[in-house]
């Protein structure tokens, strides 16, 4: 199972006291932009605002300024291309470690991310993607992170929809569930994991409405979310389609789960890195998926 200390996404509070975020909150026409820093107390992340001297029409020299505030980090060069961001940090980026690590990425993928061309982030480090605990961070948005936190700072406690296969395997039931999560892991492979570990790990679940779908010794290798779809992969496991479960039913527990989130319309699925043809009796295995709830009837609490 994907380890879950900050991966892909940083999930974390930055929305403050002192307004909203997205690129609607300040005139970014006019040059005013909202820089986010790391708070004070190491623990969050406070925000100014901030306007930039470059020609607002000088994209390159409004991300070249913007980046300029961050001192802690060694930006070497960036480039951009079809909306995406690509930051490239001398090998003393690794020397950022835990909160601080995941604050700072927080903050410049935040403040960059309301330049008007620019909607996604990448970080590299020399010239390989940023890794955290061996696995890649990948493409980072806006939306990759939560406007506010509970409990003691560190984790977030939130109602999810997550689909299961019913008793019969030919067809989907809701499952509503409480779950609470360290900030730093994304909202998106905290749902897969919730697949992978079945209805039966969900305090409150009448395991005999609703089974597991996912295939036993399945492992995901990777998830990452551009352009609004979600691209799995998964190891070879995942082939090994329960007689019980129909592959559709499969397909779109992980599909509809993951299309609740506010960023994800299709999933794509790809095999240790590569596309299928078929997934079991289901043809077109290769297309992404769009949300499907015709399968779905009745529900449960969790």
């Keep these: 199972m994907v380890k879950r200390w900050m991966l892909l996404f940083v999930l974390f509070f930055v929305c403050l006291a002192s307004g909203g975020c997205g690129k609607d909150s300040y005139d970014h026409k006019n ?5 986010y820093r790391i708070a004070d107390d190491g623990v969050g992340l406070k925000s100014t605002k901030y306007h930039v001297t470059a020609q607002i029409d000088d994209t390159v020299a409004v991300v070249a300024e ?48 309301q330049v008007e061309s620019i909607e996604y982030v990448e970080f590299f480090v020399e010239q390989d993607s940023l890794e955290i605990d061996g696995e890649p961070v990948g493409a980072m948005s806006e939306l990759s992170f939560l406007d506010s936190i509970g409990g003691d700072g560190y984790t977030q406690d939130k109602y999810v929809t997550l689909f299961f296969a019913d008793v019969s395997g030919s067809g989907m039931k809701e499952v509503t569930a409480r779950l609470t999560y ?24 009448n395991t005999s409405d609703v089974r597991e779908t996912i295939p036993d010794g399945t492992v995901l290798n990777s998830l990452s979310i ?47 890195g590569e596309q299928r043809q078929d997934y079991g009796d289901t043809k077109h295995f290769d297309v992404p998926y769009e949300r499907n709830l015709d399968l779905v009837s009745g529900g449960s609490k969790g």
């Design 31 to 35: 040059g005013e932009f909202r820089l």
């Design 66 to 113: 913007l980046l300029s505030n961050y001192e802690a980090v060694d930006v070497r060069e960036f480039e951009i291309k079809e909306r995406q961001l690509f930051i490239y940090f001398s090998s003393a980026y690794y020397s950022l470690e835990g909160i601080d690590e995941v604050l700072q990425r927080a903050a410049i993928v935040k403040t960059l991310c």
């Design 182 to 205: 360290d900030m730093t892991v994304p909202l998106a492979t905290l749902l897969i994991d919730q697949l992978l570990a079945g209805p039966e790990k969900i305090e409150g679940v």
């Design 226 to 272: 551009r352009d609004n779809i979600c691209y799995v992969d998964f190891s070879k496991e995942f082939l090994n389609v329960q007689a019980q479960v129909k592959s559709e039913i499969v397909i779109y527990s992980i599909v509809n789960t993951l299309c609740e989130l506010p960023d994800v319309n299709q999933v794509q699925f790809t095999i240790d």
